[in-house]
């Protein structure tokens, strides 16, 4: 474990980045030219005494370097079963699902990253089990206002919840509970994560509305570099990308029952804050030929937390996985990211680490 992370400290960054069931809400934004959601019933039946809540990380639709095969079954083939056991499953969609338009990058072939698969493969993320996305990240404009728009209609046409834009909030209902989620990052086309009084008024509405309340953030800086969480903010070429401890903690202070990051791209501790659990980052989920798989960078996890109706938590696992071939998750056997988040917790929050067990249960 110390060998890997020593040796993963001396590799560089990894990229750059230049630039419904669900009633949400959703202000006047000139930015996001949206189409109408639908909504789905209240599932009937007696209220559960639990919850159970899966969250992986980035995942890539396509890019230049190729689109996953069977209209995108192929990233997600060996995981569905796993991700189709749960009550509410959700991934963190880094690109569009669109076509046409001007990328970010221009004619940038350097350390300038765009993501872009067709709208149909939309479906796969259903196949695979995702019940919703978020969008709060540094690659939802990777094709512009018209990317995220053609990013919305396919989702929406495959019933897929999402959440992300400035000052939404998405309820879904499961056996009879409310879940809201809110989606941040640093970005124009989210909710701000650096303006913590907008946390608060965000997270504080959410809760109004909802028994659960989840908040999905776009966290750190990037690569085998970022795999501690520092105290202060944390920026990447340049870039501000906040305070995350502050962030997180000011989001559960505010009502939060669980906090999940994502895009630093390699794992990152635990935290256990007031009885809730903060994921500050489960890595690369997904992608196809554009994620570096060596050492640390092909580590990855599937977190499942189980809660009750009222937020308790009362249990879960980290499923340990590893990036094969293209950028594909498969279970891994040898655990190893169960012994790499113990140890960064340990290093990042002491007594406050969440310790998992070695199958990874806590």
Request: glycine share 14%.
């Amino acid at each position: 474990m110390k060998r890997l992370i020593a040796t993963g400290a001396l590799l560089a960054i990894w990229g750059v980045a230049a630039y419904l069931w669900a009633p949400v809400v959703i202000p006047d934004n000139p930015l996001l030219p949206v189409g109408p959601l639908t909504a789905e019933a209240a599932d009937e039946g007696e209220q559960p005494r639990e919850l159970s809540i899966a969250w992986v990380g980035d995942i890539t639709p396509g890019s230049r370097y190729g689109n996953p095969l069977d209209q995108g079954r192929a990233q997600f083939a060996r995981m569905r079963g796993p991700l189709r056991q749960h009550d509410l499953t959700i991934g963190n969609l880094e690109g569009t699902l669109s076509v046409g338009g001007a990328s970010k990058c221009g004619t940038d072939a350097g350390q300038c990253f765009s993501f872009q698969g067709p709208p149909e493969n939309a479906a796969a993320f259903r196949w695979a089990g995702f019940d919703l996305l978020n969008l709060a990240n540094n690659h939802a404009f990777d094709f512009g206002p018209d990317g995220q728009r053609q990013t919305l209609e396919a989702l929406d046409g495959q019933r897929l919840a999402s959440t992300g834009r400035p000052g939404q909030i998405t309820v879904v209902r499961r056996n009879g509970v409310r879940v809201a989620t809110v989606g941040f990052a640093p970005y124009e086309w989210a909710s701000e994560l650096r303006d913590l009084a907008e946390v608060r008024r965000l997270v504080r509405a959410a809760r109004r509305r909802a028994d659960l309340v989840l908040v999905l953030a776009h966290l750190g800086g990037e690569g085998t570099g970022a795999i501690n969480v520092p105290a202060g903010r944390e920026s990447l070429g340049g870039e501000d990308r906040g305070d995350t401890r502050a962030f997180a903690h000011t989001a559960i202070d505010s009502g939060a029952d669980l906090v999940l990051g994502s895009g630093p791209h390699v794992l990152r501790g635990i935290e256990h804050y007031r009885g809730k659990l903060i994921a500050y980052s489960l890595a690369n989920f997904a992608g196809w030929g554009n994620f570096p798989t060596g050492g640390a960078l092909g580590l990855s996890g599937l977190l499942t937390v189980r809660l009750s109706p009222d937020g308790d938590l009362r249990g879960g696992r980290l499923v340990p996985l590893r990036l094969d071939g293209p950028g594909i998750p498969t279970p891994d056997p040898s655990r190893e990211s169960v012994e790499v988040v113990n140890e960064l917790g340990r290093q990042d929050f002491g007594g406050a680490a969440l310790r998992l067990l070695p199958d990874g249960s806590f």
